[in-house]
């Protein structure tokens, strides 16, 4: 018999299946160690078969287990998914906003948005966290935030992402820098030749992989005013983001490079999980944010 089957056994198991143990996945979802093992045992009760085979120092999925967690998420997304639907219908203004924000979206749109937003809403508080890259996704799987604006691709179906506008990135360089010197259009592999700065991702959730990196020879930074200043005294070169050295290369601090291989178009993105729907504060901080984009 399976009628006694309840989301927060499925919760559990899910949990445990992504943290690795009973004690990770108590501590992410804030519970006592005991009642998330009762939670999985009373599971493996209901549906009659073992999910982990708990031999080992730490659980592994069996083959029942493996077969069974994608079904399992499968209903648990639609859960959230009717919980927010009914949430949204007769919900109330929100006491805050946490907003993890890519350092590389533009502050002019986000500031008049966040403006616009308080002139409806004043009695919203408001805490905006930077989170490059994957980090902004990391803060919305963890609850760290309500909303994340990021330019990095989101691949978690728990998450949903609203295009906000699109980011022009120039590959710079010092004026004195031989790439600078050349003049002209440059190939790919000749900005290949010359150390590129780049940002690095604080998040594991890009480990591996690199993104609009041409240089086999790289400098790793943590954040943007770094790199824009390792550009300026001129020991490589790299792309940001238009609006950010916009002044540099106006009063000749910066020299734009690279020809078509240093341009690139990249879109950013307003998420939330999907069982956490924007209130009205955030549709409004959502449609200012595309009324002072476009």
């Not at 399976?2 to 919760?11: E, F, S, W």
């Not at 000749?190 to 790289?218: K, W, Y």
């Not at 550009?231 to 020299?255: F, K, Y």
């Not at 924007?278 to 409004?284: D, I, K, M, Q, V």
């Amino acid at each position: 018999m399976i009628d006694g089957l309840t989301l927060d056994q499925m919760r559990a198991f899910v949990a445990v299946a992504d943290a690795g143990s009973f004690r990770s996945a108590a501590a992410r979802l804030s519970r006592v160690q005991s009642a998330v093992s009762h939670a999985v045992g009373g599971l493996e009760a209901q549906l009659g078969v073992a999910l982990f085979d708990r031999a080992g120092h730490r659980p592994a999925l069996t083959a029942e287990g493996r077969a069974l967690l994608a079904d399992m998420r499968a209903l648990l997304l639609k859960a959230d998914l009717l919980r927010a639907r009914a949430r949204g219908m007769g919900e109330g203004v929100e006491l805050g906003l946490s907003i993890a924000v890519d350092p590389l979206f533009p502050e002019q749109p986000l500031a008049a948005a966040l403006a616009a937003m308080r002139a409806e809403f004043p009695s919203v508080g408001v805490r905006l966290c930077p989170a490059p890259l994957g980090a902004a996704e990391a803060a919305l799987r963890d609850r760290r935030c309500s909303l994340a604006l990021t330019t990095a691709e989101i691949a978690d179906p728990r998450i949903e992402a609203e295009f906000v506008l699109t980011l022009a990135f120039v590959a710079i360089a010092a004026p004195s820098h031989p790439l600078a010197a050349a003049g002209g259009p440059l190939s790919a592999a000749a900005l290949a030749d010359h150390l590129q700065i780049v940002v690095e991702d604080p998040s594991a959730l890009t480990e591996g992989r690199d993104f609009g990196v041409l240089s086999p020879g790289t400098w790793r930074v943590g954040d943007l005013q770094t790199k824009r200043s390792l550009i300026r005294a001129g020991v490589g070169w790299g792309r940001l983001p238009g609006w950010l050295v916009e002044r540099d290369l106006a009063e000749r601090r910066l020299a734009r490079i690279g020809g078509r291989e240093g341009k690139a178009m990249v879109a950013a993105v307003l998420a939330h999980r999907i069982e956490d729907p924007p209130g009205p504060a955030a549709r409004r901080l959502r449609g200012a944010l595309l009324d002072s984009a476009g």
